[in-house]
């Protein structure tokens, strides 16, 4: 199972940056290939409704049996 992450920063200040999680079902992801296109949709979602903001990095960190979230 992979988690989504990804990273944004303030466009007029890039050092002040944020880590955000999926917070939609499913919150984890059986293929990184789910997890990885879940990340460029959030990454465009940031850009919309956040304009100040942009998506600079994402991660599918896989999730080991037995650890919680």
């Known amino acids: 199972m992979f988690k989504v992450i990804i990273m944004i920063c303030l466009v ?40 100040d903001w942009k998506a600079i990095s994402w991660e599918c960190k896989e999730i080991t049996k037995g650890i919680l979230v």
Request: proline share 10%.
């Open 12 to 51: 007029n200040n890039p050092t002040e940056c944020i880590l955000m999680e999926n917070t939609r079902p499913p919150i984890l992801y059986e293929t990184i290939k789910g997890c990885k296109a879940r990340a460029f949709e959030m990454a465009y979602v940031v850009e919309i409704y956040a304009p």
